[in-house]
């Protein structure tokens, strides 16, 4: 990456990257007519529910581990709030250690949701 100096307003352009649902640092992407700029924001609004609350019922319990299972095996679509609450371990993608780490939150080893084990 450089700098060139040169600034041009453009108003032809498409985001990527951001998840409005997601707290903490994105990489947004910004392309326009073939150029593409990146930038980190933060964000700091938090999201209706806790990380981990797959079926956002404002706890975080084993109904939610069970739920994310259901989503592994295609029993249920999330939703596109719930694809992020499902990441217990924040990773992107909702996967069976999403599960493990949820069960070992639920019982109350020390793990923290949203890092991976
Ligand atoms: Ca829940
Ligand atoms: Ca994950």
């Known amino acids: 990456m450089f700098d060139t100096g040169y600034t041009e307003q453009i108003t032809n352009y498409m985001t990527s990257g951001y998840n409005a649902l997601?707290?903490?640092k994105q990489?947004?992407?910004?392309?326009s007519d073939g150029y593409t700029a990146t930038f980190e924001v933060t964000v700091i609004?938090?999201?209706?529910?806790?990380?981990g609350d797959?079926?956002?019922n404002g706890k975080t319990d084993v109904k939610d581990a069970t739920l994310i299972q259901r989503f592994l095996a295609e029993y249920e679509e999330?939703?596109?709030d719930q694809r992020w609450l499902a990441d217990a371990d924040g990773d992107g993608s909702?996967?069976?250690d999403d599960v493990t780490l949820l069960q070992m939150y639920i019982a109350e080893c020390d793990v923290t949701l949203g890092v991976q084990a």
Do not use: C, E, S
């Not at 609004?45 to 990380?51: H, I, R």
């Open 45 to 51: 609004n938090q999201p209706a529910f806790a990380l």
């Open 94 to 96: 909702i996967t069976i």
């Open 22 to 24: 997601k707290t903490g």
């Open 27 to 31: 990489t947004i992407t910004v392309t």
């Open 78 to 80: 999330p939703g596109d």
């Open 54 to 56: 797959a079926d956002r």
